[in-house]
Each structure stands twice: as structure tokens, then as C-alpha cells.
């Protein structure tokens, strides 16, 4: 592992209008830490739920970011490891792992 990774899972109290019967965007943020630490114990990493309807306002890759879900370029949830973009809507586990585990992260045998 080179540096810590840094999720991002941006998303908003109410789901998206083609993610019914889909988990929320809190849901999939809560879900999604509870899975990397597990695959991952021991190896630290940060996850933040950025709420696109108050984004951080000092930020202005975040406020790029929630802008372009408002316009409809991304769907939410939309998960981040650091700047790449791993999934949008229903995030799949196997699609973040792959790019925690090119960052030099290893799974728990």
C-alpha cells in the first residue's frame, strides 16, 4: 500500500429517480465501509458521504463533482477512491476492490 485511500460516496437523502428498490445513498456509504474493512482489516482508509444538495463549499473538486450529478452526467450513489470514479447507482463491490487492490491494498485470507 503507497498512501491511504480516500472514498467518496456522494448521494442524497432521497433516491434517484431509476434507483428504485435500490439501497439509499447513506445506505450504500454504510454498507460499502463495513465491506472494505472486513476485506481489509488492519489497512486504513477514509470514507466520506458527501450529501449533493450541501456539498463542502471550500472544495471545489466536490462542488465539480455534485454539479455534474445535479446535471444528470452521474447517477447517486456515486463512489470515488480517490479521484476514480469505481461506481454510480448500484455500486458493485468488485469494481472498488479492484481499485483498492491496485492502490496495494490485500485482501484478508
Not at 503507497?2 to 439509499?24: I, M
Not at 461506481?87 to 492502490?103: A, C, F, I, T
Amino acid at each position: 500500500m503507497t498512501k491511504q485511500a480516500e472514498l467518496f460516496v456522494y448521494g442524497a437523502d432521497v433516491l434517484c429517480p431509476s434507483c428504485v428498490n435500490l439501497p439509499s445513498s447513506k445506505e450504500t456509504y454504510e454498507w460499502l465501509e463495513a465491506a472494505l474493512k472486513r476485506k481489509y482489516p488492519g489497512q486504513p482508509f477514509t470514507i466520506t458521504y458527501i450529501d449533493i444538495h450541501q456539498p463542502p463549499e471550500n472544495d471545489p473538486k466536490k462542488l465539480e463533482i455534485t454539479q455534474k450529478i445535479l446535471n444528470d452526467e452521474y447517477f447517486y450513489p456515486l463512489v470515488l477512491v480517490g479521484d476514480q470514479v469505481v461506481g454510480e447507482g448500484n455500486p458493485k463491490l468488485k469494481d472498488v476492490y479492484k481499485e483498492m487492490e491496485k492502490q496495494g491494498y490485500k485482501p484478508a485470507i
